[in-house]
């Protein structure tokens, strides 16, 4: 059974400072771990993925998450966020066929 | 232009009426998706097509049907439409090897 776990539904920060969104999955086998962001209103947009290498992966804007297997999470971060990272964020794992599971989100709100 | 367009955007409907939501997409994708979004629920499965006539029924496809005869064309039905269907959907596709999806703007359905 796959799950992906988001443990923090709303997190609140101010400009400037630093985040990290918390990602946990079970899933058997090789995976492709992935962050989206939905801001209000529209669909889903991809931010970075890990697959193998590397643990650390850049994504964009800012966005870096790290793959830790001995903890099976996959964390989102950013050193300094903005106003317009207001949205939610969305963990995803998937394996090799093609099915895709989301975590419930991450609301992140940056205040000015 | 990559894009993934879904149509209608918005649409009300009454119990018992049949539904039809279109999806289409210009990267020559060979999967695609449909998922519905619910508050507090994050996203999921309805259905996945892994190419022409190829479909797969994915977490939550009772109520729902499916059609892909294009490859660029995934389009999800609801014979009968209920209150609970009331939701927004969102299409998304993507090449098969990638496990990187490619979201529509969604469309967000009202069933009276």
């Known amino acids: 059974t796959q799950t992906v776990s988001q443990s923090d539904a709303h997190v609140t920060v101010f400009e400037g400072d630093s985040v990290e969104l918390r990602c946990n999955y079970s899933?058997?086998?090789?995976?492709?771990l992935s962050w989206y962001i939905q801001h209000h209103g529209h669909g889903l947009q991809f931010l970075l993925k890990?697959?193998?290498?590397?643990?650390v992966v850049q994504g964009v804007n800012g966005f870096e998450a790290e793959f830790s297997k001995s903890d099976s999470s996959f964390h989102l971060r950013k050193a300094s966020v903005h106003w317009s990272d207001s949205a939610v964020y969305f963990c995803?794992?998937?394996?090799?066929?093609?099915?895709?599971?989301f975590g419930d989100g991450t609301q992140l709100v940056v205040k000015p | 232009d990559m894009k993934v367009t879904q149509m209608p955007r918005y649409l009300i409907k009454r119990m018992g009426e049949n539904v039809l939501l279109e999806c289409g997409q210009d990267?020559?994708?060979?999967?695609m998706y449909w998922y519905r979004q619910d508050p507090g629920l994050g996203l999921q499965l309805i259905y996945i097509?892994?190419?022409?006539?190829?479909?797969s029924e994915g977490d939550i496809p009772k109520g729902y049907r499916v059609s892909r005869k294009k490859r660029e064309h995934f389009s999800l039905i609801l014979d009968s439409a209920k209150t609970n269907q009331t939701s927004v959907y969102f299409c998304?596709?993507?090449?098969?090897?990638?496990?990187?999806?490619?979201f529509g703007a969604g469309t967000r359905l009202s069933v009276l």
């Open positions: 998304a596709s993507s090449f098969s090897s990638q496990n990187t999806l490619y």
């Open positions: 899933y058997g086998g090789s995976i492709y």
């Open positions: 890990y697959y193998s290498g590397n643990p």
């Open positions: 995803a794992v998937s394996g090799s066929n093609n099915r895709i599971f």
């Open positions: 990267m020559s994708h060979e999967t």
């Open positions: 097509s892994y190419d022409v006539d190829s479909n």
